[in-house]
């Protein structure tokens, strides 16, 4: 049996408490939201803190609101399950609505929350171990070790970001409201993410995600996600991708975007597809020629590394697949 390391639990109500108490603990606290990942990470001993500070009690940090101009709040301790199944959602973000839906299994998707998915730690097969484990390989990169198993010789760790909600707010140009010593700081999603699977966010120390936010959607907005993993429940995705395409009021595309995880570091843009697809009618030759020439797009630019489990060569060959298949189900 997998034990917990020994740490102190604090569970204060207000988020004025919270961040009091990370100001006051600084790297030897981390934050809890659902625990569904964390917990298994401290009893690897990938974290080993002195102070576990619980988001559950505070107030303020639950709920989806549609705002007058059609935007959609949503707190970051917002369970998945609630997510997935909000009439907001389903109808403003598609996309999230499915990414959400996809997150591991029934029972995990009622604990785990939305803001605990997008600051989800990355991910990878020569970590995700046990310490035994671990400690026989000779550790790695990201923690106790020098070396990289995954890129020979490598100095900077590719741990994959496998957070199924993040290429979804991606499309939907999301913002992420923090709080922190400073106050609030919104950013767009984009700017959360840098290309290093130790520390993959910018984010200032101290700073709790309160709440994420959804501009209002054009009337012709379509999205989806498409989840490539082994089992249809439980599993991190091998390929993920959400793709958006908003149609014009003759049904032709005006806007489209293609975000992709579970390859590197961070989620990942492929640029150049709206530039492929505008024009186009969903149903039509031109935008089944067209979803041809994206599908060999992200192909070129979707490079899977042998960073979690799964063939690398197999899971790029599901790239163009899985892209044919959730731009069509976008639009179906």
Request: hydrophobic letters at 45%.
């Amino acid at each position: 049996m997998l034990r917990m390391p020994p740490f102190e639990l604090a569970e204060p109500e207000t988020l004025e408490e919270a961040l009091a108490l990370l100001a006051e603990h600084g790297e030897e606290a981390v934050l809890v939201a659902g625990g569904t990942d964390l917990l298994p990470n401290l009893k690897h001993r990938l974290l080993e803190p002195k102070l576990v500070v619980s988001l559950g009690r505070v107030s303020g940090l639950r709920g989806i609101e549609q705002q007058a101009d059609g935007s959609l709040t949503i707190g970051a301790m917002t369970s998945l399950a609630d997510v997935a199944d909000n009439a907001h959602v389903l109808r403003n973000a598609p996309a999230l609505a499915q990414a959400t839906g996809l997150i591991s299994g029934p029972q995990l998707r009622t604990m785990g929350t939305l803001g605990g998915n997008v600051m989800l730690d990355t991910r990878c097969q020569w970590i995700n171990q046990t310490h035994f484990w671990r400690k026989a390989l000779g550790y790695c990169l990201k923690k106790d070790g020098t070396l990289c198993h995954v890129i020979e010789g490598g100095n900077r760790c590719v741990a994959a970001a496998s957070n199924d909600s993040a290429p979804a707010l991606m499309t939907l140009r999301a913002e992420l409201c923090f709080a922190g010593p400073a106050g609030e700081r919104r950013i767009l999603i984009d700017e959360l993410w840098r290309a290093d699977g130790i520390q993959n966010k910018h984010v200032v120390p101290g700073e709790i995600l309160v709440r994420i936010i959804l501009p209002p959607p054009p009337a012709g907005h379509r999205g989806a996600y498409g989840k490539l993993r082994d089992r249809d429940s439980i599993d991190f995705p091998l390929f993920g991708c959400a793709v958006r395409l908003d149609l014009d009021q003759d049904g032709k595309v005006s806007d489209a975007d293609l975000c992709a995880v579970a390859l590197v570091a961070r989620p990942s843009r492929v640029k150049g597809v709206a530039e492929l697809l505008i024009g186009t009618s969903p149903g039509a030759a031109d935008f089944d020629e067209a979803l041809e020439a994206v599908a060999a797009l992200a192909y070129r630019r979707c490079r899977p590394l042998e960073n979690i489990p799964g063939d690398a060569a197999w899971r790029r060959e599901m790239v163009p697949v899985y892209v044919r298949r959730t731009f069509r189900a976008a639009v179906s």
